[in-house]
């Protein structure tokens, strides 16, 4: 009985990476809609109720499945190379560069994309998304953190990798060189943030300031999947 559960998740899996790689064409026309995931399940040659049990809002759900995907390519993109003697910062920056250079292939793809989470009906979803990015991001590097600095870090690096996407989407130069020096002065600025930040905590105001915000703890691995952070 388990291993027939097994092999049924493992087919859906599977039907799951065919319908990514069987829309991606499509959306650079169409975009993440219903035609494009019609001509998706067509191309894949997969039975519609399959589809539907895979994709049951369509489009977005490979949307959703889309990014996913290329979080996990970062982390197996990262752990290719030993990063062991880079700074903190730079490991940081390593990953969001594998993060970006995993789909780069998929541009149009990932601008349709951002298009999709920026209407008002999915805008939640994809803040979800890219703060699972950070979130990945952090767990990669190993980080311990249980207080606000939870909080923080995925905060701070949702923005920093967001504003990068956004950049890059426009970047013409030549092998992103202009995208990796953008990054490199949102990491220089999150860093600036952080000495000042530390400046301030040995201050008497500082102090009961932390002692304030250390109140505030990591959420659990079982706390609802619209939180921030969720851990599926």
């Not at 859906?12 to 650079?28: A, C, G, Q, Y």
């Not at 039975?47 to 979080?71: S, Y």
């Not at 990953?95 to 541009?107: G, N, Q, V, W």
């Not at 951002?114 to 767990?139: C, H, R, V, Y």
């Amino acid at each position: 009985m388990v291993k027939s559960e097994k092999n049924e998740s493992d087919h859906i899996e599977i039907t799951k990476k065919l319908l990514i790689s069987s829309i991606l064409p499509n959306v650079d026309f169409d975009g993440w809609s219903s035609v494009s995931f019609n001509q998706a399940i067509i191309d894949a040659g997969v039975d519609i109720g399959l589809a539907k049990q895979v994709a049951p809002r369509g489009a977005i759900d490979l949307a959703v499945a889309f990014h996913q995907q290329g979080d996990q390519l970062m982390i197996a993109s990262y752990n290719k190379y030993d990063f062991s003697n880079l700074k903190y910062s730079e490991k940081v920056t390593q990953l969001i560069k594998s993060r970006i250079k995993a789909t780069e292939i998929h541009k149009e793809a990932i601008r349709k994309s951002m298009s999709l989470f920026a209407l008002p009906p999915n805008i939640n979803e994809g803040g979800q998304l890219i703060w699972k990015t950070a979130d990945t991001i952090w767990n990669t590097l190993g980080d311990t953190s249980t207080d606000s600095n939870w909080y923080t870090k995925r905060t701070t690096l949702s923005a920093v990798y967001s504003s990068t996407v956004l950049f890059w989407l426009g970047d013409e130069s030549e092998d992103a060189i202009d995208t990796w020096n953008f990054l490199e002065r949102r990491i220089q600025n999150v860093m600036a943030i952080e000495k000042t930040k530390a400046k301030i905590k040995n201050t008497p105001l500082g102090r009961s300031m932390v002692d304030f915000f250390d109140l505030i703890k990591k959420p659990s691995n079982d706390h609802k999947s619209s939180f921030p952070g969720y851990k599926s």
